[in-house]
């Protein structure tokens, strides 16, 4: 027998998407100003592959694709192109925009990813840029924009998408950007011409006819409730799913049975090999055929569920797969996943920080390593439980490598993953195919009202099974506070407990050990980190005002009339934090190791108080919240806060309508006051560390 290759030898792509990948990672880390050099340097040293000695040929050929990957991820960001929209605003009087596809509902209003095709400058000439923004409409006017349709709109209404700063909490602003989209704006329908109809991008219109076609025929073929869980089954379309049922699949770890996946892909990928029967040994051409039929509906599919990260890996994979049987080619599996990352990555480096393409890649590549190890430990010859032990291995072997990274995104584990994915997928499974007759054969003018009432018995004991596992006492474990360093130690773990268990030697278990030491030192350091940690915290909460002292793992909120009884804002923050204790106070003046916190709650206490303060010489932090809606006392008062030892700084928190924030920082800059608006910068932490008092707890409140 031929020993089997190692991975990096029989897969050899291995080599090449690693160092590429670490190069689309360096790029966030490194400063502006290093990039272009580098990019200089990797263009000559791709000269130089040709004439240096061949001993050194690998070591420079990994450093040319980690520089690749910096170079393209440069070039993958739209704001360094000459065209980008954004360069040419401050000329624009319009612009020429189409939406992407379906909208997202939220509670209020709808919102369409715009591309833009041109731009109207302000003497009349149109431009050919390129870009993207987020138009929201009320909710009531969702169904007046129609993917594929062109629309001309204003410019004055768009504006950048700006972070919260709120810590733990998800950052809206950062992860459009990975999407190349900056800027956003809330319109009404009246604001949006349509241009005519010859302008319309047919290929667009024509498959978001055919997702609103398979969106009807869920409507028309599936009893309510259940078409809407048979819609997210189908093309991932979740907008009209139950909030309670969308959490009770998150909790038990099933989410990925609607989210489509490769599970789903993969699943008609089998049932297209098996339908479609040529004649290949008689016509060898027909082989090509069908290979050009599975993968063409294979991605017309994937378009239709909305080319997610997760379908795009499973639909490249398995066309990869399918070239290569066709011309004869042994794949292994790590080939076929490092070839289809690579290729992905080239086509667009944000795909490395899509969490669908990087959970559907670690469960892909944890199912290669360990279902195998797994497999034996479940082995029997009945076929259903063959069958059974099959799918329990798979379930077991994805958690491996998708657990540090869910950590890290979602901040919480599933407990019951096992029996909660022994009962969604088999069933989930087969509501697929229900879905796929009912959308075929309603395509064909057909109406198949028995498969839509065996769907919907499916779905229905799916439902039942997920919410009744996810109301299981401890069905969560939710709170973890892992960062990236945490998950790279995680892995690291995973790799010598591994490679230990493998082979079982000693210095296998003592690199275990090390690891386990590294770990828990890590995880004292963070700990030690919160108990020293001491600064002002001013939440940045669109409406409301939120303000708290954080003192190690303690915060104290200084309460006012706008301030929320609980938002998930200050619960992301408490765990981000390691806050375990909070109090309250409300008192309008507090003292901060020396410092004044002034938060008057009227018009009538800015005046009287900003007098006094200013009489006794004193540059206290000033908070305004929508109590306040006249800063006249102090923009007519003497600067006298300006030349005071510390300054004084004006905080304008998010309860202030936006407008009059805008308004009033601008008039305070314009007395060179110091102000931070949460509008415009987001959250504040603020240290304040001036002198050794301590806080002056005024009226507590438990």
Request: with cysteine; proline share 7%; net charge positive.
């Amino acid at each position: 027998m031929h020993e089997q290759a190692a991975p990096w030898i029989a897969a050899p792509f291995i080599r090449i998407v690693i160092p590429y990948g670490l190069g689309i990672m360096a790029h966030d880390f490194l400063p502006g100003g290093w990039i272009d050099p580098l990019v200089i340097f990797a263009s000559v040293g791709l000269v130089s592959l040709w004439i240096i000695p061949p001993k050194y040929f690998g070591l420079l050929l990994n450093c040319q694709l980690l520089l690749c990957g910096l170079l393209f991820t440069r070039l993958n960001d739209q704001r360094t192109a000459p065209d980008w929209f954004g360069h040419h605003l401050d000329n624009a009087l319009a612009l020429v925009a189409e939406p992407e596809s379906l909208p997202a509902l939220g509670s209020k209003s709808a919102r369409f990813t715009m591309e833009i095709r041109a731009v109207i400058s302000g003497e009349g000439f149109i431009h050919p840029h390129r870009g993207k923004f987020l138009l929201y409409l009320p909710l009531k006017e969702a169904d007046s924009l129609q993917p594929g349709r062109k629309y001309l709109m204003r410019t004055d209404p768009l504006k950048l998408l700006q972070s919260s700063g709120n810590p733990g909490s998800f950052d809206f602003a950062a992860y459009n950007s990975r999407k190349n989209i900056f800027h956003q704006c809330y319109v009404s329908s009246t604001q949006l011409h349509a241009l005519p109809e010859s302008a319309d991008n047919i290929f667009r219109r024509w498959l978001t006819s055919a997702q609103r076609l398979a969106l009807e025929a869920m409507d028309r073929s599936i009893p309510a409730p259940h078409q809407q869980m048979a819609k997210a089954l189908l093309i991932g379309y979740r907008e009209e799913v139950d909030r309670e049922v969308l959490s009770a699949y998150t909790d038990t770890g099933v989410v990925h049975v609607i989210a489509v996946s490769g599970m789903h892909l993969g699943l008609i990928f089998f049932l297209l090999q098996r339908i479609l029967i040529f004649p290949e040994a008689r016509f060898p051409a027909s082989r090509w055929i069908k290979f050009l039929l599975v993968v063409g509906f294979t991605w017309f599919f994937s378009a239709v569920a909305g080319s997610a990260g997760s379908i795009i890996r499973a639909a490249s994979m398995f066309s990869f797969l399918l070239f290569a049987k066709i011309i004869r080619k042994a794949s292994d599996p790590l080939q076929s996943i490092s070839l289809t990352a690579f290729v992905l990555l080239l086509w667009d480096t944000n795909w490395l920080w899509d969490a669908g393409f990087i959970l559907s890649f670690c469960a892909l590549l944890s199912i290669i390593l360990y279902q195998p190890r797994i497999q034996p430990l479940f082995a029997a010859k009945n076929p259903l439980m063959k069958w059974l032990g099959e799918l329990v291995s798979v379930t077991l072997a994805a958690q491996i490598l998708t657990t540090p990274i869910s950590i890290v995104l979602f901040h919480q584990t599933p407990v019951y993953f096992l029996p909660a994915n022994l009962i969604a997928v088999p069933l989930s499974s087969l509501a697929l195919i229900g879905t796929l007759i009912i959308w075929i054969g309603y395509a064909a003018g057909f109406e198949f009202h028995l498969a839509g009432k065996i769907t919907y018995w499916l779905i229905d004991w799916m439902n039942r099974g997920v919410e009744h596992i996810s109301n299981l006492p401890g069905a969560v474990i939710s709170g973890y506070n892992w960062n990236w360093a945490q998950a790279v130690l995680a892995y690291l773990l995973i790799i010598v407990v591994s490679a230990w268990l493998n082979r079982k030697t000693t210095k296998g278990f003592l690199l275990v050990l090390v690891t386990l030491w590294v770990w828990e030192t890590t995880d004292k350091w963070k700990g030690w980190q919160h108990r020293q940690q001491q600064f002002l915290l001013v939440y940045h909460l669109p409406g409301k005002s939120a303000i708290g002292w954080i003192d190690g793992k303690s915060c104290n909120y200084l309460l006012n009339p706008f301030t929320p009884s609980g938002h998930p804002a200050l619960e992301s923050a408490h765990r981000y934090l390691s806050i375990n204790e909070s109090n309250y106070f409300s008192a309008p003046i507090i003292q901060i190791n020396g410092r004044l916190i002034w938060m008057p709650s009227n018009n009538r206490e800015l005046s009287l108080g900003l007098g006094n303060l200013m009489l006794q010489g004193s540059a206290p932090i000033l908070i305004l919240t929508k109590g306040v809606t006249n800063i006249s006392p102090l923009l007519n008062s003497p600067p006298a806060v300006q030349q005071a030892d510390p300054p004084g700084l004006v905080i304008i928190d998010g309860s202030v309508p936006e407008y009059r924030a805008r308004k009033w920082a601008n008039q305070l800059r314009e007395r060179h006051q110091p102000v931070h608006s949460t509008w415009e910068k987001g959250a504040l932490q603020l240290p304040v560390s001036v002198g050794k008092q301590p806080m002056n707890r005024q009226e507590p409140e438990k």
